[in-house]
């Protein structure tokens, strides 16, 4: 038998502060982070790159919004699943996030809380 999937995450955000908090969740929770960006243009290299299982993006990027990159993203074959976080709460409705290829929101202050590995689990085929 083989043991648990591993899930590879690039973790998408401007605040290199947070990117290194998120990353010690994501690991803590048995995801493997493949990459870190600070903007759309280099989470686009690194998608292409690693193409990773998920993808945790950041609403306010310098060069792009979250939606937009999850958009460009979510466009490809075999996209990742995203989660899109960010310090504002949603303003989107489940609809509109999912139109752009978000999974779900999670909002920064409750990251710690969520159920990490599940929101980038593979769905069932």
Do not use: Y
């Not at 919004?65 to 999850?70: C, E, I, N």
């Not at 979510?74 to 504002?88: A, E, F, K, M, Y």
């Not at 929101?105 to 990490?116: E, I, Y």
């Amino acid at each position: 038998m083989l043991g648990p999937m591993c899930i590879n995450i690039v973790v998408v955000d401007d605040d290199a502060g947070f990117r290194r908090i998120a990353t010690t969740l994501l690991t803590a929770r048995g995801l493997s982070v493949v990459a870190e960006s600070g903007d759309g243009a280099s989470a686009l290299a690194a998608v292409r790159a690693h193409r990773p299982h998920g993808l945790l993006i950041d609403l306010h990027l310098p060069d792009l919004d979250g939606l937009a990159l999850a958009r460009q993203v979510s466009g490809q074959d075999d996209p990742p699943r995203i989660v899109l976080t960010s310090t504002d709460r949603s303003l989107w409705s489940p609809e509109e996030l999912r139109g752009a290829g978000i999974t779900s929101f999670v909002a920064k202050d409750r990251l710690f809380d969520a159920d990490l590995l599940s929101l980038f689990a593979p769905a069932a085929p």
